[in-house]
């Protein structure tokens, strides 16, 4: 089944007399269980895809259906409730409350649902997230007692908690050194091992080797569709592992 089906989907954005078309006419289907990134250079129409795929924009043009719903047509408290409960996002900038413990990040989604959640239940799912992250000994530590590393996986638990059906993931590596680029992957291969769905923006190649499927966008275009065999990535840190020993051997540590 597919989770995302775009049929002709088009975005433009007008100033005055002036109008950009930022999406041309895109066609997509995603099915549930996939891992697909989406590349193209700046300008190509990736973060508006993502914005239209988010609920967070709307087409100028075309259908969009989100799991079997057409998401096009939905209303502002539609698309907020699907925000909430359907989709989880990922950013570049962790996006976290400084002053707040990382616990109490990720809880704060449940606080706006409209599930009737009782807190104990809000406070439950929040540490299971964090567990699922592997950050259950970090829930009362603020951001800045966290790596970057760390503090990308707390916004990524704040994603997961309301257990949603498709993640985004917009450039969630970009802050990130290459090892703990390659951690955060396998974070995202071991849930989509578990059946969560995840569509990543990524300008990275070697970011994009570890997906199933990658989507190049160019001038509002899709100009290219590709399924790729995923590179393992607990193979790539194993192998970063045993570099780095052979580097500390070599220097005479």
């Given at each position: 089944?597919?989770?995302?089906?775009?049929?002709?989907?088009?975005?433009?954005?007008?100033?005055?007399?002036?109008?950009?078309?930022?999406?041309?006419?895109?066609?997509?289907?995603?099915?549930?269980?996939?891992?697909?990134?989406?590349?193209?250079?700046?300008?190509?129409?990736?973060?508006?895809?993502?914005?239209?795929?988010?609920?967070?924009?709307?087409?100028?043009?075309?259908?969009?259906?989100?799991?079997?719903?057409?998401?096009?047509?939905?209303?502002?408290?539609?698309?907020?409730?699907?925000?909430?409960?359907?989709?989880?996002?990922?950013?570049?900038?962790?996006?976290?409350?400084?002053?707040t413990t990382a616990l109490e990040n990720v809880e704060l989604p449940l606080l706006y649902a409209d599930e009737g959640l009782k807190w104990k239940e809000i406070h439950d799912r929040a540490r299971e997230a964090l567990e699922i992250v592997g950050l259950g000994d970090r829930t009362t530590h603020t951001p800045n007692e966290l790596s970057g590393g760390q503090q990308q996986r707390v916004a990524i638990a704040r994603a997961l908690v309301a257990k949603p059906?498709?993640?985004?993931?917009?450039?969630?590596?970009?802050?990130?050194?290459?090892?703990?680029?390659?951690?955060?992957?396998?974070?995202?291969?071991?849930?989509?091992?578990?059946?969560?769905?995840?569509?990543?923006?990524?300008?990275?190649?070697?970011?994009?080797?570890?997906?199933?499927?990658?989507?190049?966008?160019?001038?509002?275009?899709?100009?290219?569709?590709?399924?790729?065999?995923?590179?393992?990535?607990?193979?790539?840190?194993?192998?970063?592992?045993?570099?780095?020993?052979?580097?500390?051997?070599?220097?005479?540590?």
């Amino acid at each position: 089944m597919a989770i995302i089906d775009l049929k002709g989907i088009t975005r433009i954005y007008k100033s005055g007399s002036l109008a950009v078309e930022a999406l041309r006419g895109i066609d997509l289907q995603v099915k549930d269980g996939e891992f697909a990134a989406i590349m193209g250079a700046s300008g190509s129409g990736k973060s508006t895809l993502m914005n239209v795929i988010g609920c967070l924009d709307k087409p100028t043009a075309g259908s969009y259906y989100l799991n079997g719903k057409d998401a096009s047509r939905f209303s502002k408290d539609q698309l907020a409730s699907t925000r909430n409960r359907t989709l989880g996002f990922v950013f570049q900038n962790f996006h976290l409350l400084p002053r707040t413990t990382a616990l109490e990040n990720v809880e704060l989604p449940l606080l706006y649902a409209d599930e009737g959640l009782k807190w104990k239940e809000i406070h439950d799912r929040a540490r299971e997230a964090l567990e699922i992250v592997g950050l259950g000994d970090r829930t009362t530590h603020t951001p800045n007692e966290l790596s970057g590393g760390q503090q990308q996986r707390v916004a990524i638990a704040r994603a997961l908690v309301a257990k949603p059906k498709l993640l985004l993931a917009d450039e969630p590596t970009g802050n990130l050194d290459s090892r703990t680029s390659l951690e955060i992957i396998e974070l995202f291969q071991r849930l989509n091992r578990d059946g969560l769905t995840i569509l990543m923006v990524t300008h990275e190649p070697d970011v994009a080797r570890f997906t199933q499927r990658v989507l190049t966008l160019r001038d509002g275009l899709l100009r290219s569709d590709k399924k790729i065999e995923p590179r393992d990535s607990g193979e790539a840190l194993e192998s970063w592992q045993d570099e780095e020993d052979l580097q500390l051997i070599n220097e005479g540590y």
